[in-house]
């Protein structure tokens, strides 16, 4: 595949992994010979809900789609519905009532917590932006996904980064030891290797390459998703760092 192809390949699946933290694009190296086969025109990707559970499960909604080429550098981005999850993150801007809805998630964790392998995708809001290690400090759990900036306007989804859980699959070294143990500089590496001719495939994920720059210089985490077993939701509301948590679906598993 040219190397042009190769670069639209980085930009395109890392540009929608970013900008829906609600979904999760599977970046495995076994999906890199297709993807390579194929003309510069289309990347393929595998995109499933970010449904709790070990990797072992089945999802429930696993798609098989394309990003395709258009002119002056924008592409086709493909459809993803909302859902609950979406749902959860978007509550991440409703402020006034942080504290009722945290009220009643504990509550609804407490009472879902006597089901044994019970797992869920945990959404967090921080009542102030914190570092990665404030972060590690809340809980010994490894969120699965940063969100790098609060939700952004026109009900855009918070700026995020996840583990791709393979080393190439991202469209640079991933296992780099520099970056594999840390979501924010993983998100760094990425942003380090865009250029202003990206700037229109970037749009058409609503993303905006400034923005992204100044997320990755601030290095700032407004928020976390995890997926975990329910019990988590009482260890992560008891800190006060902590000003909003919702849970956006449970499922049974490991």
């Not at 595949?1 to 639209?8: G, I, N």
């Not at 797992?119 to 102030?128: D, K, L, P, Y």
Request: hydrophobic share 40%; glycine share 6%; charged share 25%.
């Amino acid at each position: 595949m040219p190397e042009e192809a190769d670069r639209r390949a980085l930009v395109w699946m890392n540009a929608l992994s970013v900008s829906r933290p609600d979904y999760r694009i599977v970046h495995e190296e076994q999906l890199l010979a297709k993807r390579h086969a194929e003309t510069s025109d289309f990347v393929s990707v595998v995109v499933e809900p970010r449904w709790p559970g070990g990797s072992s499960m089945e999802v429930y909604g696993r798609q098989d789609l394309s990003i395709h080429s258009l002119s002056d550098g924008f592409v086709e981005s493909p459809y993803l519905r909302s859902w609950r999850v979406t749902d959860a993150l978007q509550a991440l801007r409703d402020k006034p009532n942080h504290a009722k809805i945290k009220a009643q998630t504990t509550a609804l964790a407490k009472k879902l917590g006597g089901i044994e392998e019970l797992r869920a995708t945990i959404v967090v809001g921080f009542a102030n932006p914190l570092t990665e290690e404030d972060v590690e400090r809340i809980s010994s759990r490894v969120p699965d996904v940063a969100l790098l900036s609060p939700p952004r306007s026109d009900s855009r989804l918070p700026i995020s980064w996840d583990y791709s859980g393979y080393c190439n699959a991202r469209g640079f070294d991933d296992c780099n030891p520099d970056i594999r143990t840390s979501l924010t500089s993983g998100f760094r590496k990425w942003v380090s290797l865009l250029d202003s001719d990206d700037a229109n495939a970037l749009q058409s994920f609503d993303l905006n390459l400034s923005e992204l720059r100044n997320s990755a210089r601030q290095g700032l985490w407004y928020g976390a998703v995890y997926n975990a077993h329910i019990e988590l939701v009482a260890e992560l509301a008891a800190d006060p760092r902590v000003s909003v948590i919702l849970v956006g679906q449970v499922a049974l598993g490991q």
